[in-house]
């Protein structure tokens, strides 16, 4: 609706003022495109959790779905729970341009804007989420990297008053780590295919496109607040106020009972079912009615990590914390990802040059440096929305 105002502004500067009748047209159409939100949702908050790929979204989703008032998507036998898979009315990431590339395609950035806001769509993506949802708690919380492009979209769907986006930013080497690390990427070859790629060009460009398009996006969004990874996860006093600032965000008792715990002597779990392999049913977990253990929750950091699937491939192992879906244990420990960059990148090199002269300045605005790969601050593009310790 703004934009078509601001359209409307804009041809009567120009001297077209004839044009302002049609786009009026299409305002009218638009704010008669959906009906009132349908009764079943009305008693609900949506929460969605939104950033990079490998950004700490797993993490945060998990979290925040111990909760007693929150509910979230498990048991899809989709990689890693996410809505995005569980429904046709918009391309999963995986089917629109990749994990580096779907920010790129102008249709994949979805707003209040879109054919596809029908009542009838707005149908199909309730269903195919509330199955995999306890519809009796009052927060439903949706997961999936990518909606990152389609924010106002999703509160178009969902109305303003009832939607809200929880978004979390980490330096775009640190996201990429497990690509890069991969077997194909690990071997050094004499002749790379792709040495700008292995010096972070397509991961940083990307990162920066899908972050840009949300800082254009968030004066539209009544809801929006942007965690640091990094400064989220520095010390458990850290993590704690985060989430209890998180928690009253999203208007729920503000009290979840982090344990921290020791990453010498915790053991960890391979969760074994992110983006590059699909879930099956034998690596499910009980869904949590079923569960009679009480929910307690720990924190972590992303360690490096990989695990051979049967088929010879290799996936990245999640040893981020231990416990179960349900009961997540979570270990404050120190990254890896900056010396396995460097063992595939030479930063006094010519290809990182081109990388930090395409995008150095750039990335400054969001908090981080190609310079220094420790530094990071809160993003001065989202100061408006951050939520700090």
């Not at 990079?52 to 008032?69: E, R």
């Not at 049913?281 to 253990?293: F, I, N, R, Y």
């Not at 420990?333 to 040059?353: E, I």
Request: net charge neutral.
């Amino acid at each position: 609706m703004h934009a078509l105002i601001m359209r409307m502004a804009s041809q009567c500067r120009l001297g077209m003022c004839a044009m302002v009748p049609v786009l009026l047209g299409l305002l009218v159409a638009h704010v008669s495109c959906l009906q009132d939100l349908p009764e079943q949702m009305t008693n609900h908050t949506f929460v969605f959790v939104i950033g990079s790929h490998h950004s700490g979204t797993t993490l945060l989703d998990l979290v925040l779905c111990q909760h007693k008032d929150v509910t979230c998507l498990l048991d899809t036998h989709k990689p890693e729970n996410e809505g995005q898979h569980l429904h046709n009315v918009y391309a999963s990431a995986n089917k629109a341009g990749g994990m580096f590339g779907y920010g790129f395609r102008e249709s994949n950035h979805l707003t209040e804007d879109s054919e596809k806001l029908t009542d009838k769509n707005r149908q199909r993506v309730w269903a195919s989420w509330a199955k995999y949802w306890h519809t009796e708690k009052p927060v439903l919380l949706e997961k999936s990297p990518p909606h990152i492009v389609k924010t106002r979209f999703l509160q178009e769907l969902f109305t303003a008053e009832r939607t809200y986006f929880v978004a979390v930013t980490r330096h775009p080497l640190a996201c990429a780590h497990f690509h890069y690390m991969r077997k194909k990427h690990k071997r050094i070859n004499p002749k790379p295919k792709s040495p700008l790629s292995r010096c972070g060009d397509k991961y940083v460009g990307h990162w920066l496109q899908i972050y840009g398009l949300l800082a254009k996006d968030a004066p539209y969004l009544k809801n929006l607040r942007m965690i640091q990874y990094e400064t989220m996860m520095a010390s458990a006093e850290a993590t704690n106020s985060v989430v209890t600032q998180l928690l009253k965000f999203i208007k729920v008792d503000p009290h979840i009972d982090l344990q921290f715990s020791n990453p010498e002597s915790s053991p960890t779990r391979e969760l074994d079912h992110l983006h590059e392999m699909s879930q099956s049913p034998e690596h499910s977990e009980p869904h949590p009615a079923s569960s009679s253990t009480s929910a307690t929750t720990t924190a972590h950091s992303l360690s490096q990590g990989q695990r051979a699937l049967p088929d010879g491939s290799l996936a990245r192992a999640l040893k981020e914390f231990h416990g179960d879906k349900h009961h997540v244990h979570i270990t404050l420990s120190t990254p890896h990802w900056r010396p396995d960059f460097v063992s595939q990148c030479d930063l006094d090199g010519s290809f990182y040059k081109t990388v930090k002269e395409r995008y150095a300045e750039e990335l400054k605005r969001f908090g981080y440096s190609l310079d220094d790969l420790d530094f990071y601050e809160p993003p001065e593009v989202f100061k408006n929305v951050m939520i700090n310790p």
